[in-house]
Antibody, heavy 123, light 107 residues
Framework: EVQLVESGGVVVQPGGSLRLSCAAS????????MHWVRQAPGKGLEWVSL????????YYADSVKGRFTISRDNSKNSLYLQMNSLRTEDTALYYC????????????????WGQGTMVTVSS | DIQMTQSPSSLSASVGDRVTITCQAS??????LNWYQQKPGKAPKLLIY???NLETGVPSRFSGSGSGTDFTFTISSLQPEDIATYYC?????????FGQGTRLEIK
């Protein structure tokens, strides 16, 4: 079964740091670009970041650039999001998602999603 | 950034109705447009990719069309299980953006 399972979401104070993880199974992880997408409570979807299949290219939404770092460990079938200098507006459910185009550097569609992990930034 | 304007923001329709949602891009995005369905408390699900291609396993009552700046998502005959919020998403450049969503309810 193709599956993504996120973890690491907690309550953190403004200015704090957090690392999210996403464990992948059921597909050839190192063939696909991976993404983080977030959804604030009661709001719409916001793309956060992507990392290419080989880890060589990373891109970020302007709202997180310079504060968040995406990475992957293909030997562990795992995706990560290091979140620093957290703000209250970063409060959201964070999804990892798989791109549907193998061995492409450009993004396409998100065909597999995890269940999400909740990050709450509050004092 | 490319802005995606989705309309309507909410919609109420009866079972069996034809439902249409539109998405307009702020600049030409060719066919780099996807549609997702999100049910309450669940992760989004890919329905349509590249503007008009039906994802594997998705019922044929769902369809998409358009290119350039104007796109349409259609449910040909609304079913009770289609109650959800629908999002368009562009990937023309590396700053991926979503529409604001359309909440679909049963009348």
């Amino acid at each position: 079964e193709v599956q993504l399972v996120e973890s690491g979401g907690v309550v953190v104070q403004p200015g704090g740091s957090l690392r999210l993880s996403c464990a992948a199974s059921g597909f050839t992880f190192d063939d696909y670009t991976m993404h983080w997408v977030r959804q604030a409570p009661g709001k719409g979807l916001e793309w956060v970041s992507l990392i290419s299949w080989d880890g060589g290219s990373t891109y970020y939404a302007d709202s997180v650039k310079g504060r968040f770092t995406i990475s992957r460990d293909n030997s562990k079938n795992s995706l990560y999001l290091q979140m620093n200098s957290l703000r209250t507006e970063d409060t959201a459910l964070y999804y990892c998602a798989k791109d549907n185009a193998p061995r492409h550097y450009d993004p396409h569609a998100f065909d597999i999603w995890g269940q999400g992990t909740m990050v709450t930034v509050s004092s | 950034d490319i802005q995606m304007t989705q309309s309507p923001s909410s919609l109420s329709a009866s079972v069996g109705d034809r439902v249409t949602i539109t998405c307009q891009a702020s600049q030409d995005i060719s066919n780099y447009l996807n549609w997702y369905q999100q049910k309450p408390g669940k992760a989004p699900k890919l329905l349509i990719y590249d503007a008009s291609n039906l994802e594997t396993g998705v019922p044929s009552r769902f369809s998409g069309s358009g290119s350039g700046t104007d796109f349409t998502f259609t449910i040909s005959s609304l079913q009770p299980e289609d109650i959800a919020t629908y999002y368009c998403q562009q990937y023309d450049n590396l700053l991926i953006t979503f529409g604001q969503g359309t909440r679909l309810e049963i009348k």
